[in-house]
């Protein structure tokens, strides 16, 4: 009786993507991979900004989803994804959703042209008013009232991009 060899692989992986932002914290994007929403353990890809920004991978940490209101269950579902990319390290999907030097680099040098911007439109606004803007002041109401929310549409943007770059890549599946 002849053997019969059958490659097994693995099933794959939901992407997930979900953002958080609580006021006292800073803000996280996480790309979230488990096989169903409901799993104890996924790998996560997080990336943390608002101050200090940074990229951390997770292999196997609690799952984010299972802290979803139940009518969260399948929004934020971006596709599937092969189980080796998610379990090889440094494969070609954790080296795209990474934040790499370049996308840091590219980060700063837009928030600090957006920053400037807004510095000098305020003070250019504000000229010939009653009562001169000190530039330190306009510059710290900009980081607390706009800070944030520039981050914030900064780095959903930075995300899109690479889910994008992810399925032109043939790395996700609907």
């Known amino acids: 009786m002849a053997s019969r060899s059958r490659s097994r692989t693995s099933p794959p992986y939901r992407l997930y ?9 800073s803000a996280r994007t996480l790309f979230v991979f488990c096989r169903a929403r409901n ?3 996924a790998a996560v890809q ?4 608002g101050g200090l920004t940074y990229a951390d991978w997770q292999d196997a940490c609690d799952n984010p989803l299972l802290n979803d209101p139940v009518d969260m269950v399948d929004t934020g579902l971006y596709g599937y994804v092969d189980a080796a990319q998610v379990e090889t390290p440094n494969s070609a999907l954790q080296k795209i959703i990474a934040l790499s030097t370049s996308d840091l680099d590219k980060f700063t040098a837009a928030w600090n042209d957006w920053f400037d911007a807004r ?26 009232k706009e800070g944030r929310q520039w981050e914030a549409s900064y780095f959903k943007t930075l ?10 890549d043939f790395l996700l599946k609907c």
């Not at 993507?17 to 914290?25: G, V, Y």
């Open 17 to 25: 993507l979900r953002k958080k932002d609580q006021p006292s914290e």
């Open 39 to 41: 799993d104890a353990k």
């Open 46 to 49: 997080k990336w943390i900004y």
């Open 119 to 144: 510095i000098n439109e305020t003070l250019r606004k504000g000229k010939g008013r009653e009562g001169e803007m000190c530039k330190e002041d306009v510059e710290k109401d900009i980081r607390e």
């Open 159 to 168: 995300a899109s991009n690479k889910i994008d770059e992810l399925y032109a």
